[in-house]
């Protein structure tokens, strides 16, 4: 089957402005139910997939369903049609936010505090993350679970210290781990 660039950009706008904290429920919705462009098991496979790659599953999934019922045009107007809604909207939320810092210094201080609390539960569940890693991954080899411990700070320390694009970082980073992933396994 093959669909119209049009009918992909109008289902994936209505996901879009329809899905509030996850996108699930909406996209079986529009998908299975009420298009019926895939079945049930399809869904299923395709969202476990999503699930799996890093970025938005919505996003991802709106990438397969493009790409394989109009091709790499299908796709782009589809993450289009997922994407801009929200990110016009975070804009405008960014925007009315910086004007209300600017008019008062207890916003400012509330989004101080938001924000520690927010770095602070990253940090906790990233120290967690990697004790149980540690624990868990005994049987690799020591340099290699150091090297995957460094990297992540590495990128923090390459972009907040030495001032690298992220991009730049992230090529730097990606370097590293192909390269530790190919010693490790040449080892093995």
């Not at 411990?149 to 990606?174: M, Q, Y």
Request: charged content about 15%.
């Amino acid at each position: 089957m093959r669909l119209s660039l049009f009918a992909l950009a109008r289902c994936f706008l209505k996901v879009s402005f329809s899905s509030v904290g996850g996108a699930q429920a909406p996209l079986r919705y529009n998908l299975v139910t009420n298009r019926k462009w895939l079945g049930e098991e399809e869904f299923a496979e395709a969202f476990g997939i999503c699930q799996s790659l890093p970025g938005a599953v919505g996003a991802n999934l709106a990438l397969m369903v493009g790409d394989r019922f109009a091709g790499w045009r299908g796709a782009v107007v589809s993450v289009l049609a997922f994407s801009l809604p929200a990110m016009v909207f975070a804009v405008f939320l960014a925007m009315a936010a910086i004007d209300l810092a600017s008019r008062s210094p207890r916003i400012t201080n509330a989004e101080l505090a938001v924000t520690a609390a927010g770095a602070g539960l990253s940090i906790g569940n990233g120290v967690r993350l990697v004790r149980i890693l540690w624990q868990r991954e005994a049987d690799e080899q020591r340099w290699y679970r150091i090297v995957r411990l460094v990297v992540p700070p590495a990128g923090l320390c390459l972009v907040a210290v030495f001032h690298l694009p992220v991009p730049a970082a992230v090529v730097i980073l990606l370097a590293t781990a192909l390269a530790a992933e190919r010693v490790r396994t040449a080892a093995a």
